[in-house]
């Protein structure tokens, strides 16, 4: 089983911004799209952002389009989650999963997911 390690998470002030990592530990991940999705208190899980490994092409929920930018480092393994201007509704606990069925905002298109990272938006 692949496994995506999160880090980045932490407590910020609403107009700051904060860098999410995910760390994929799988040697090749040609043909896999990494997104990243999010879980409010109170809330179900929702699509944030995605990205494909080789084309790079995208997808963002319209919550976050304009505020956030997926990127990926291939010599790391690593896709980053660059977060701008938050706001509180931003608050969850922020997970990244990977999967073959492209850049998808379903959940279901994702097969491996790490174990989440807190981020706290505070006024």
């Known amino acids: 089983q692949v496994q995506l390690v999160e880090s980045g998470g932490g407590l910020v002030q609403t107009g700051e911004s904060l860098r999410l990592s995910c760390v994929v530990s799988?040697?090749?991940?040609?043909?896999?799209?990494v997104g990243w999705f999010r879980q409010p208190p109170g809330k179900e899980r929702q699509f944030v952002a995605a990205?494909?490994?080789?084309?790079?092409?995208?997808n963002y929920a319209d919550s976050v389009k304009g505020r956030f930018d997926i990127v990926r480092d291939r010599a790391q393994n690593t896709v980053y989650l660059k977060m701008n201007n938050l706001k509180t509704e931003d608050t969850a606990v922020y997970y990244c999963?990977?999967?073959?069925?492209?850049?998808?905002?379903?959940?279901?298109?994702?097969?491996?997911w790490g174990q989440g990272t807190q981020v706290t938006v505070s006024s």
């Open positions: 999963a990977a999967g073959v069925r492209g850049v998808t905002a379903a959940a279901d298109g994702y097969m491996y």
């Open positions: 799988r040697r090749s991940l040609d043909g896999f799209a």
């Open positions: 990205i494909h490994w080789n084309a790079a092409n995208t």
